[in-house]
């Protein structure tokens, strides 16, 4: 499975295209493109880094498929289209491991249609302990396109 255009859409909104280098929040890491935190090459984007719109997209599309990788490899059930993209805009913000060791991830696992899920979704909302209402707005959106099939963004 891969991410659809709906789901590419998805993440790209929230993420948006810089082309320096930035800080989402003080404490984060330093990001750019499409929300990357590594380059080309693997090593961490640094303050200072630049990169063209074409050369973030490009990279964009082939880091996407680490987080579909993962989100295939820790989800045992079939997932609709959907939420396949949901879950990889989810783990794109919140990383692999923070999402395997998630409850969320828990409760897919053993029905995926839980509407309990949607709750989970919402607890990301947080860095740093602060919540965000730009990831609460996300949470929102990934919950509403991973029940519904419609983005709302």
């Known amino acids: 499975m891969t991410t659809s255009d709906k789901g590419k859409k998805l993440i790209t909104h929230f993420e948006s295209i810089r082309t320096e280098a930035y800080k989402v929040t003080p404490e984060g890491n330093w990001t750019y493109g499409i929300g990357a ?3 080309e090459d693997g090593t961490p ?7 063209t719109k074409d050369e ?3 990279l964009f599309s082939r880091q996407l498929k680490q987080y579909e990788t993962n989100v295939i490899r820790l989800i045992f059930k079939p997932l609709k289209q959907h939420q ?3 879950l990889v805009s989810f783990v794109y913000n919140v990383g692999s491991g923070n999402f395997a060791n998630s ?5 897919i ?6 509407r309990t899920i949607s709750a989970e979704f919402a607890k990301w909302n947080k860095s740093a ?3 965000l209402n730009g990831l609460t707005k996300r949470r929102s959106a990934e919950s509403h396109y991973y029940f519904s099939g419609e983005l709302v963004l």
């Open 56 to 58: 973030a997209i490009a």
């Open 103 to 107: 409850t969320i991830r828990k409760k």
């Open 45 to 51: 984007v640094q303050e200072g880094d630049t990169i």
């Open 84 to 86: 396949f993209d949901a």
């Open 129 to 131: 302990g602060k919540v």
């Open 37 to 39: 935190e590594t380059k």
């Open 109 to 114: 696992n053993i029905n995926p249609d839980d």
